[in-house]
């Protein structure tokens, strides 16, 4: 029988992900196809239940500083709670783990998973991830004065920092097939780097982006000029959006439409990389280009091409960026058959 | 999985780097758990080096050891990073300051705080962009991060850097997640051989809880069954002695196993 989410913010909100667009259907029709063995469960999450310990440090016992009895690490805190919750949901018995990458974790869930499939050993593999608010995040963003006192305006002129959002994704991942049908959506390729530069400021220069982006490129045996769309990381912080267009512009120059999402979404951290793989998979499969919500006036010295509002041509292939602190990187490229 | 040892970092409660641990591992010499011991580096400058937490400066170190006899340059090296918990010391300073008023958490504390920062710190050490993973699966997270570097070397054939390393909570913490000793173990991993591996695994998931392989020594024992990087001991001390052991059990989620046969080369 599948666990309760016991009290833990970070795995409800995972339960009502799981719960949308008939997606415990599709698992358990995975589940039938390849056995519950043979499905892997590759997920992402920067603080995992960690607000249950921030509020159980205010319960400590008066004498003894202890957490109070009902205090549940391995469902809350720890990162893998949200594996071992999702795994128990969806009744999987292939490898599982979790990426703590902060904000690019369940964009590289994607690369574990794909190695997994090519190394054979899972057939499918469920990917996505999860981020619920807590206060480490809230007051840490705001000690580096990242925090945005307004909807964030992600390449805008008047940029001033992420809106933090919570949010949880799940995508459904299956082995390759020798001719697709049309209309199929596939995971191309994906490229990873760190920065190598700084634990929580971009490179200037946007070097390490640039290699994922260059690998991503590489794994899907494209060059820049077949991407249609980009999704970038654009969280709205002055160095992100200025070192991310820097990498961008030096790889596919003024040409390819690109935005941000998180106008709309807010900064989903360990999410995001999902809620933009599924940005993606929707922008290939509604024939659309999403513009940027709340972007008002874009920086003007910023470069790429940055679609203010929606464009109504149809992407074929497509790229997400998710870059996070420790200077962690990924980009994936997505397509849809012909 | 077919992937070929080339280099092993270990540091533990006496466990001294995989140099000084090898006879110890192998039978040859006794365990004597005591306080971990981490040589200083100076790798990383200065600031970095004084913000840097202990799980950070325990991957660098077996890491490092890990390279020692290398043939693969150390800046495109890919890597994987396997821990339950990263820097427990430093989310308890941040959960302590956020139950008072003040909630004051500093950039430092904050950015030590994500589950990545000792693969941040060490493409910084390294000057390495090369591809780098963080995971964790709680008490299975050494050999999740195995199965993740084996698949890494599969899939791109290219060599892989698998660390692993858990270290005790303070209290509160530790009551309530209690991990035996500080432990950090590395693999330099290949797809092929090479003048450089000594040893040969083929690594397979089964889908049935066989019992784990257990170390003889009860010491090292507890230390297994204690700390989830730890689980390692049964392969270092296969890889010890530079034995060919058939059907080494690995113990992964429930009603699972993971199986190495450990052939010399």
Redesign the interface.
């Known amino acids: 029988m599948p666990e309760p989410a016991a009290d833990c913010r970070n795995n409800r909100l995972a339960q009502l992900a799981l719960a949308q667009d008939g997606f415990l259907g599709a698992v358990a029709q995975a589940r039938s196809r390849y056995g519950r063995h043979r499905v892997g469960l590759f997920l992402g999450t920067s603080t995992s239940g960690l607000l249950h310990t921030e509020l159980a440090y205010r319960q400590r016992a008066a004498d003894t500083g202890s957490l109070p009895a009902e205090f549940d690490y391995a469902a809350t805190q720890n990162t893998f709670s949200l594996g071992r919750f999702v795994q128990s949901q969806l009744e999987l018995q292939g490898p599982a783990v979790v990426v703590s990458t902060a904000c690019s974790s369940s964009a590289k869930a994607f690369g574990s998973a794909a190695r997994m499939i090519a190394a054979g050993l899972c057939d499918a593999a469920v990917v996505g991830g999860t981020d619920s608010l807590c206060l480490t995040t809230l007051y840490g963003f705001a000690s580096l004065e990242l925090l945005s006192n307004a909807p964030c305006r992600p390449f805008d002129t008047e940029r001033s920092g992420i809106s933090i959002g919570e949010g949880a994704g799940f995508a459904l991942l299956e082995k390759g097939q020798d001719s697709p049908a049309a209309g199929t959506l596939q995971l191309l390729g994906l490229g990873e780097s760190n920065d190598a530069h700084h634990m929580s400021t971009p490179h200037p220069e946007g070097a390490g982006a640039r290699a994922a982006m260059e690998r991503a490129l590489s794994s899907a045996r494209l060059l820049a000029s077949d991407i249609d769309y980009m999704n970038l990381h654009g969280t709205a912080t002055r160095s992100n959006d200025a070192a991310e267009d820097k990498a961008v512009y030096a790889l596919f120059g003024a040409g390819t439409p690109c935005s941000s999402t998180k106008g709309a979404t807010g900064h989903l951290l360990g999410a995001s990389g999902i809620a933009e793989a599924i940005v993606c998979a929707l922008a290939l499969r509604e024939q659309f280009m999403p513009g940027s919500a709340n972007t008002q006036c874009v920086d003007p010295a910023l470069r790429v091409r940055y679609l203010l509002a929606s464009a109504g041509r149809a992407p074929t292939r497509v790229m997400s960026n998710s870059f996070g602190f420790g200077g962690s990187n990924c980009s994936l490229v997505f397509g849809r058959v012909q | 999985?077919q992937v070929f040892v080339e280099g092993v970092g270990l540091r533990g409660p006496g466990l001294n780097g995989w140099v000084a641990s090898r006879g110890i591992l192998a039978g040859a010499e006794p365990y004597i758990p005591d306080e971990l011991i981490l040589p200083p580096q100076d790798l990383l400058p200065a600031a970095?080096r004084r913000?840097m937490g202990l799980p950070a400066k325990l991957a660098l170190n077996i890491g490092l050891e890990a390279l020692a006899n290398s043939t693969h340059p150390a800046d495109t090296l890919a890597s994987v990073f396997a821990s339950?918990?990263?820097d427990g010391q430093v989310?308890h300073q941040?959960?302590?300051s956020?139950?008072t008023e003040e909630?004051?958490?500093?950039?430092t504390?904050?950015?030590?705080?994500?589950?990545?920062?000792p693969?941040?710190?060490w493409?910084?050490a390294?000057?390495?962009?090369?591809?780098?993973?963080?995971?964790?699966?709680?008490d299975c997270?050494f050999v999740?991060g195995l199965?993740?570097a084996?698949?890494?070397c599969?899939?791109?054939t290219e060599p892989v850097l698998l660390l692993s390393y858990d270290l005790p909570y303070p209290?509160?913490?530790n009551?309530?997640?209690p991990i035996t000793g500080a432990v950090g173990a590395a693999l330099l991993l290949a797809p092929r051989a090479t003048s450089a591996s000594f040893a040969q695994l083929a690594v397979q998931?089964e889908?049935n809880d066989y019992q784990p392989t257990i170390m003889q020594d009860p010491a090292l024992e507890a230390l297994r069954a204690g700390n989830p990087t730890a689980r390692a001991l049964p392969l270092l001390a296969a890889l010890s002695g530079c034995l060919s052991v058939p059907n080494l059990v690995l113990e992964y989620?429930r009603?699972?196993a993971v199986t190495v046969a450990v052939s010399r080369c």
């Open positions: 999985m970095e913000r339950s918990g990263a989310i941040i959960c302590e956020l139950a909630r004051d958490v500093s950039p504390r904050f950015h030590n705080s994500v589950h990545n920062a693969a941040g710190y493409s910084i390294l000057r390495s962009r090369a591809p780098s993973t963080s995971l964790c699966c709680f997270s999740a199965l993740d084996c698949a890494y599969a899939a791109e209290e509160p913490l009551a309530a997640r998931v889908p989620l009603g699972t």
